[in-house]
């Protein structure tokens, strides 16, 4: 399965998302940002590449379908609903991570 997780600017949630579950058997992970200057903005062969899309806020999944609407036809996308106040690899944010997100990964 791929995974792919975005947020604003991919520096700290999405790629610590990236992290924790790409070790995990017949899981393969990316992640991207949406905004403007993201360290790696959101790309059409992602979103290609991706079986599930994983977003951390309300405004991502917005955002995501007013730039890339044509790319997400069948696509699966999940809010997460993940604030922009933890660090990178943030032991709570793995937590919270791990909760949300591995019921949809088995």
């Given at each position: 399965m791929?995974?792919?997780f ?5 520096r ?14 017949g ?53 997460l ?16 991570l791990?909760?949300k ?6």
């Amino acid at each position: 399965m791929h995974a792919l997780f975005l947020c604003s600017q991919n520096r700290l949630r999405s790629p610590t998302a990236e992290q924790v579950f790409s070790s995990w058997p017949g899981v393969e992970t990316d992640s991207a940002g949406l905004g403007t200057g993201a360290d790696v903005p959101l790309s059409a062969d992602q979103l290609e590449w991706a079986d599930i899309i994983f977003v951390m806020e309300k405004v991502h999944k917005v955002r995501l379908a007013q730039k890339f609407k044509p790319y997400l036809n069948g696509k699966r996308v999940i809010c997460l609903d993940i604030p922009d106040v933890y660090k990178f690899m943030q032991p709570e944010l793995i937590q919270l991570l791990e909760k949300k997100v591995s019921k949809f990964l088995r």
